[in-house]
């Protein structure tokens, strides 16, 4: 199975795809990138916060919103992948300086690309957060967002070197810091009105993407969590579990 075909977007023209959450979001999105760039989609890559400088062999194009329009976007080909940025942070390493979201709303709108997707959240790395007031920023034309779960979290305690924002964490989950992370933190941090799908806009699809499961433990532990959200039968909320380093996908809702 691949990631596009997990999600059920790959008929979704044009479809706008916002990455939340922490442990992969990068990766996720490059690697749906590369798929549909296979299936020849145009396919935009950009964010509302902050991304890594793209490597060369992940993007057939790298622009800056200062030196184009909407319409400067329109001529490109099938099967290529384009990275937005709003210019580029000059630091160790440099970072793609996020776009206005509108004008994301702005490009699904004019419809020069297949798919686009968005970077719409920060973790520092993390394997898993809880957002603040001002996170995420997701455009309003979003019509997948995929909140990502890193199943390395589990078993270990609460803590700023685990969790992005342990406070939050905490408020949506009712636990304490140095509390372990289990199974019932997670699916209390998916489905808290403030928790992974925070502002996510009225009709989109939900999908958690628990990612990391590299291990047999960490893969039963994520099928665990897919089939209770099942048996909660919540409306628009889907659930893949995933080992994106193998590229492997063992349980999709």
């Given at each position: 199975?691949l990631?596009?075909?997990?999600l059920?977007?790959?008929?979704?023209?044009?479809?706008?795809?916002?990455?939340?959450g922490?442990?992969?979001?990068?990766?996720?999105?490059?690697?749906l990138?590369?798929?549909?760039?296979?299936?020849?989609?145009?396919?935009?890559?950009?964010?509302?916060?902050?991304?890594?400088?793209?490597?060369?062999?992940?993007?057939?194009?790298?622009m800056?919103e200062?030196?184009?329009?909407?319409?400067?976007l329109?001529?490109?080909?099938?099967?290529?992948?384009?990275?937005?940025?709003?210019?580029?942070?000059?630091?160790?390493?440099?970072k793609v300086?996020?776009?206005?979201?509108?004008?994301?709303d702005?490009?699904?709108?004019?419809?020069?690309f297949d798919?686009?997707?968005?970077?719409?959240?920060?973790?520092?790395r993390?394997?898993?957060?809880?957002?603040?007031?001002?996170?995420?920023?997701i455009?309003?034309?979003?019509?997948?967002?995929?909140?990502?779960?890193?199943?390395?979290?589990l078993?270990?305690?609460?803590?700023?070197?685990?969790?992005?924002?342990?406070?939050?964490?905490?408020?949506?989950?009712?636990?304490?810091?140095?509390?372990?992370?289990?199974?019932e933190?997670?699916?209390?941090?998916?489905?808290?009105?403030?928790?992974?799908?925070?502002?996510?806009?009225?009709?989109?699809r939900?999908?958690?993407?628990?990612n990391?499961?590299d291990?047999?433990?960490?893969?039963?532990?994520?099928?665990?969590?897919?089939?209770?959200?099942?048996?909660?039968?919540a409306?628009?909320?889907?659930?893949?579990?995933?080992?994106?380093?193998?590229?492997?996908?063992?349980?999709?809702r």
């Amino acid at each position: 199975m691949l990631l596009q075909e997990a999600l059920h977007i790959a008929s979704d023209t044009p479809a706008v795809v916002s990455f939340v959450g922490g442990g992969g979001k990068t990766t996720a999105m490059f690697l749906l990138a590369g798929e549909l760039k296979a299936l020849g989609k145009k396919v935009l890559i950009t964010t509302t916060t902050n991304i890594f400088v793209p490597e060369p062999w992940q993007c057939d194009e790298f622009m800056l919103e200062g030196c184009t329009g909407v319409d400067a976007l329109a001529a490109r080909s099938s099967g290529t992948i384009t990275c937005l940025g709003n210019g580029v942070i000059d630091a160790t390493p440099r970072k793609v300086k996020s776009i206005d979201p509108a004008f994301i709303d702005e490009l699904r709108s004019a419809g020069h690309f297949d798919c686009i997707l968005v970077e719409a959240d920060g973790a520092k790395r993390k394997p898993v957060k809880a957002p603040a007031e001002y996170e995420p920023v997701i455009p309003s034309s979003t019509t997948l967002v995929m909140g990502v779960i890193g199943l390395d979290c589990l078993g270990k305690p609460v803590s700023e070197e685990t969790v992005h924002r342990c406070g939050l964490f905490c408020a949506c989950t009712g636990k304490k810091p140095g509390d372990m992370i289990d199974r019932e933190s997670i699916l209390r941090l998916i489905l808290a009105k403030n928790g992974l799908f925070k502002g996510a806009p009225t009709g989109s699809r939900n999908v958690v993407l628990l990612n990391k499961a590299d291990t047999p433990v960490l893969r039963e532990q994520g099928e665990c969590i897919a089939r209770e959200l099942g048996g909660l039968q919540a409306p628009g909320l889907g659930c893949v579990v995933a080992s994106l380093r193998q590229k492997k996908f063992f349980a999709a809702r």
